[in-house]
């Protein structure tokens, strides 16, 4: 049978996560089939088609699926689902809202958030903000999934999928998109990036977590992310936030400037590949899982280490 | 307007669990239990919305054992006007608790459901989605921000990148983020004046829903340790580390 990803994007371009959730699908066994459901949709379809491993686009380019609002592009789902023993989305803010809802009109149990794949039917998962791994078998049907981005590599380039039109549902109606603010950035994507600097409590204000950062991210050409605790401060927008309930990253290089290091915090970023942190407090629980710690004054440490980076 | 709050019984956040040995899944002897942050959140909302004037009733609900009742009070205790256990021991998975919600929400018929938007325990972030596609409702996840009108809210959410304006028609669910709201703490004379305040037991059975797992855990294992790496001594050894060792810049 065949393995339906819903790709992520923006009706301009197809997210990087989408990538990440073709390898996994790839992992099943069977033809992979991409849904593209949009308004305005041709370059993402083509996009989708030129990914490896990936056998058919079914492209829905219709105005209620423009906002993809949940209600409507699951019902969507719900009419294609037949034929399909997978339906995978990434684990992203997007999937999140999206796929409990297709598995939910489906009647089946979603896995959430897999990093691991041991057969069709048995997934591994993180519980407990990633303080244990569950291994669950489903019984359903169809295996509905989400997909943790940073436990799969991207797909890479290469395919050559047909794009195949398919008829569009109804608009429920339910919901209006009265706006969206997002937020410009050169910088990379969070769940993309390969450094990210992160800042916590410690920088004291939104003013400093700016002024200290910055720099160092512009010099690494890195994102910047922060823990729970700056959010809860005010000090950055909540998407910035890396955690249990933020986002989970795993770039080559994380760089903890003022973060004590909360379990919730460890959740997010602990597969990074390297981890540097810059504390005051020689104690504080980052540091256990830090690969390089520096135990000094972040307002001296990170100006200086902004300036060694010549 | 009638308001519905689901709330969970869950390990407190400040707890690191500890996986048993034999692996069938972590240890919960003994453990600090609290409500699920996020659920204090949706009581918070929903209470605000009662001492502003909009909503008329507000409803709490958990499922599992006896114990949960504490859960109930905390939120009883917080403002909520009356609670609902459904009280089984069967292993309560995200479909099963949101079928006992749907039984619930069409005997109540509450205009708004406010829940969490994960619990922080099976990390499963599906409930309140899964309950407006079985209501056929509509719903807004991570919202940040609610603003109630007579036949539909205008809720902020939070997406990757930024935020996003709905407006939802009601009946509606709304699952809470973060900076919704800073909960209160319920006062020791509203925990007293909590435990009068009605609680009404009931079966799944009661509510004709099944509540038998679809997903079976095979095993529970500790995560591999990332060991503690070297304390720098200063600036210029770290960035030679990081050029030289694990040359990532």
């Known amino acids: ?81 037949s034929g399909y023993s997978h339906i995978l989305s990434p684990a992203t803010s997007a999937g999140k809202n999206l796929t409990p809802r297709v598995a939910a009109l489906l009647d089946v149990a979603q896995v959430s958030d897999i990093v691991g794949i041991e057969a069709p039917d048995t997934f591994v998962r993180p519980i407990y903000a990633g303080n244990a791994l569950a291994t669950v078998k489903s019984a359903d049907a169809v295996k509905v999934l989400t997909v943790r981005t940073t436990a799969f590599e991207p797909a890479g380039e290469g395919g050559s999928a047909a794009i195949e039109p398919a008829n569009a549902g109804p608009d429920l109606g339910l919901v209006r998109l009265l706006g969206r603010e997002v937020i410009k950035s050169a910088r990379p994507e969070l769940g993309a990036a390969k450094v990210i600097v992160s800042g916590g409590r410690g920088l004291g204000s939104g003013e400093n977590y700016g002024k200290v950062l910055e720099p160092l991210a512009d010099k690494l050409g890195a994102a910047l992310g922060a823990s729970r605790a700056a959010v809860d401060a005010g000090f950055v927008p909540n998407d910035y936030q890396v955690g249990q309930t933020g986002k989970i990253v795993a770039p080559q290089l994380y760089i903890a400037v003022g973060i004590s290091g909360q379990i919730q915090h460890l959740a997010g970023m602990k597969d990074s590949k390297v981890i540097v942190a810059i504390n005051k407090d020689p104690d504080a629980p980052i540091f256990q899982v830090a690969d390089y710690g520096l135990v000094a004054d972040l307002f001296a440490a990170v100006p200086e280490l902004v300036a060694a980076l010549g | 307007m009638k308001i519905l709050v689901p709330v969970k019984r869950v390990v407190d956040p400040n707890v690191k669990v500890r996986v048993k040995a034999d692996g069938s899944g972590v240890d919960l002897v003994n453990v600090k239990m609290s409500m699920n942050p996020f659920d204090e959140i949706a009581v918070e909302e929903a209470v605000r919305l009662k001492e502003a004037g909009t909503a008329t009733e507000v409803i709490v609900v958990s499922a599992g054992l006896g ?13 909520a006007d009356r609670a609902i ?13 949101a079928k006992l919600l749907k039984a619930i929400a069409e005997k109540e018929k509450p205009a708004l459901v406010i829940a969490g938007k994960q619990a922080i325990d099976d990390d499963a972030n ?41 407006a939802v028609k009601l009946p509606a669910v709304v699952t809470v983020d973060l900076r919704l709201n800073e909960p209160r703490f319920a006062t020791l004379p509203n925990i007293m004046k909590a435990k009068k305040k009605p609680l009404e037991t009931v079966k799944p059975a009661d509510l004709g829903v099944d ?39």
């Open chain 1, 1 to 81: 049978m065949a393995i339906l990803v819903i790709a992520e994007h923006d009706n301009a371009v197809l997210k990087a996560a989408t990538l990440n959730t073709v390898t996994a699908a790839a992992r099943l066994g069977g033809d992979i089939h991409v849904l593209v459901a949009g308004a305005g949709i041709g370059a993402v379809s083509q996009a989708a088609s030129r990914v490896a491993g990936v056998a058919k686009v079914l492209a829905v380019d219709a105005p209620q699926y423009e906002a993809q609002t949940p209600e409507n592009v699951a019902e969507l789902v719900r009419t294609l689902a």
């Open chain 2, 126 to 166: 599906q409930t309140g989605q899964v309950l407006a596609a079985l209501l056929g409702w509509p719903q807004a996840t991570f919202i940040s921000k609610l603003v109630p009108g007579a036949d539909e809210i205008t809720v902020t959410r939070e997406i990757d990148g930024g935020l996003e304006t709905l």
């Open chain 2, 67 to 79: 114990a949960v009742q504490e859960t109930l009070r905390t939120a009883l205790a917080m403002g």
């Open chain 2, 211 to 249: 509540v038998t797992p679809r997903l079976t855990t095979l095993k529970v294992v500790e995560p591999p340790k990332r060991s503690a790496g070297i304390v720098v001594a200063d600036v210029a050894q770290l960035v030679d580390k990081l050029k030289n060792v694990a040359k990532v810049i």
């Open chain 2, 85 to 97: 256990l459904v009280e089984t021991d069967v292993e309560l998975q995200p479909l099963a608790v």
